[in-house]
Structure formats: structure tokens, C-alpha cells
Nanobody, 124 residues
Framework: QLQLVESGGGLVQPGGSLRLSCAASGSTLDYYIIAWFHQAPGKEREGVSCIRHTGGNTKYLKSVEGRFTISKDNAKNTVYLQMNNLKPEDTGIYYC?????????????????WGQGTQVTVSS
């Protein structure tokens, strides 16, 4: 069974950068959509970015466009989220999730397999 493990979170000052990793084990990510989600304290989880593992089509939440970049390393079965120019409102838990589909989506209910999340705190 495919499992996801996120890493790379931490404490960073506003304007700083972090790179999150989502490593998959148990199966290849071929034919999957992989997405990153953000859950701020006291708020609902929202989709941030997604990528199609085969082909690499991407999609971003408008508020992170130009600051976040999603990428993949097929050989490592890993998807990354490079986060630059971080803002305090980016604070929260970041999850990666997958769905077997060809269409990139940021819709939370469509995803069934989730990682445990990694905490990102943006504060001075």
C-alpha cells in the first residue's frame, strides 16, 4: 500500500524559504496526481499546489503563485514544494496527498491517501 511521508518543515522568518518533501513508498507515483495542502490553525485544509506525476502539469492556489514551486523527482518517488518569500499566513501544517487521476485538482475531498503532515511556522 502506498504511503506518504512529509518532511522539511520548520521555523522560518518572514521572507525566508523552506523546501518540503513528500516521499512515497510502497508503489510508484505513476498515474497519480500529487498535491500539497495547507491547514492554518483553526481553519479548514486548502489545496496549495498539485502536479501530475506523468507529464508534470501543475496548478497553484492564487495566493502562492510566484512564491511556491512544485516539482518531482521520479527516480526518488518524491515530490517537493519549494516555498519562497514566506509570510506569517503561510503558517500551518502542510500535507501531501495523492489521487489516481490525470487531472490536477486542489479539491480536498477528492484525495484519499494522505501523509502525516509537517509543521511550518513563519514568525519573527
Amino acid at each position: 500500500q502506498l504511503q506518504l511521508v512529509e518532511s522539511g518543515g520548520g521555523l522560518v522568518q518572514p521572507g525566508g524559504s523552506l523546501r518540503l518533501s513528500c516521499a512515497a513508498s510502497g508503489s510508484t507515483l505513476d498515474y497519480y496526481i500529487i498535491a500539497w495542502f495547507h491547514q492554518a490553525p483553526g481553519k479548514e485544509r486548502e489545496g496549495v499546489s498539485c502536479i501530475r506525476h506523468t507529464g508534470g502539469n501543475t496548478k497553484y492556489l492564487k495566493s502562492v503563485e510566484g512564491r511556491f514551486t512544485i516539482s518531482k523527482d521520479n527516480a526518488k518517488n518524491t515530490v517537493y514544494l519549494q516555498m519562497n518569500n514566506l509570510k506569517p499566513e503561510d503558517t500551518g501544517i502542510y500535507y501531501c496527498a495523492i489521487r489516481r487521476n490525470v487531472y490536477c485538482s486542489l479539491d480536498v475531498p477528492l484525495f484519499r491517501t494522505w501523509g502525516q503532515g509537517t509543521q511550518v511556522t513563519v514568525s519573527s
